[in-house]
């Protein structure tokens, strides 16, 4: 019997300056294409910079250094977690994470996610803080979460969508922001450079 054709893959509608398979994944969920561009920034923060502005100003950088390769709007984003005003970056080793991960046991933190499109509207962004509650987490967790592999590259030295759901207890904002891409705002920002979403595909 003749095998099906594959379903034609769509043409991509925005530049994504990212790596990151999550926010690929997230943008694809509300039906836009991509291709994706990452860029290399220096993501150092400076003295005395608050949280919203630091994440703000590594998206739009990101923005403006995708879209010099190409016609399509470009999207940005960086994420923060931050514990009592400070940011926590990747760990960087073994101790590093469980040294961030013993910080955030039993209590509550923010996570910030800025992202910022590059189009013809210009240079659009928007940030979110989503409060993350973890609850008490045993050193033998935290080891073995290591162990799994799945925070070593992540901002806080954990990932809500993997292994690390069943540390937390509640969070209050936007759960999408805290994987990556706070898809609200970043759709309505879409909107305003002229991106189609899924809605399109039905008009």
Not at 121 to 144: K, P, Y
Not at 159 to 176: C, P, T, Y
């Amino acid at each position: 019997m003749p095998t099906a054709s594959p379903m034609p893959t769509a043409s991509p509608v925005l530049c994504l300056a990212s790596a990151s398979p999550r926010r690929r994944e997230l943008l694809a969920s509300i039906g836009v294409p991509v291709t994706v561009r990452p860029v290399d920034i220096d993501e150092t923060p400076r003295h005395g910079e608050a949280a919203e502005a630091y994440v703000t100003r590594l998206a739009r950088e990101k923005a403006r250094a995708g879209a010099g390769h190409g016609e399509l709007p470009t999207l940005g984003s960086d994420t923060a977690v931050v514990r009592d005003g400070e940011i926590l970056g990747k760990p960087e080793d073994a101790a590093h994470a469980a040294a961030m991960l013993r910080s955030l046991s039993g209590r509550e933190h923010r996570v910030l996610t800025a992202v910022a499109v590059s189009g013809p509207a210009g240079l659009l962004d928007a940030c979110v803080t989503t409060r993350v509650a973890m609850r008490e987490i045993s050193d033998a967790e935290i080891a073995a979460y290591w162990a799994s592999g799945e925070p070593a590259d992540k901002a806080g030295g954990y990932a809500i969508q993997g292994l690390a759901a069943v540390f937390v207890e509640r969070i209050a904002g936007s759960h999408s922001a805290v994987v990556g891409l706070p898809l609200f705002e970043t759709a309505a920002l879409l909107r305003r450079q002229g991106v189609p979403l899924w809605e399109g595909a039905l008009a």
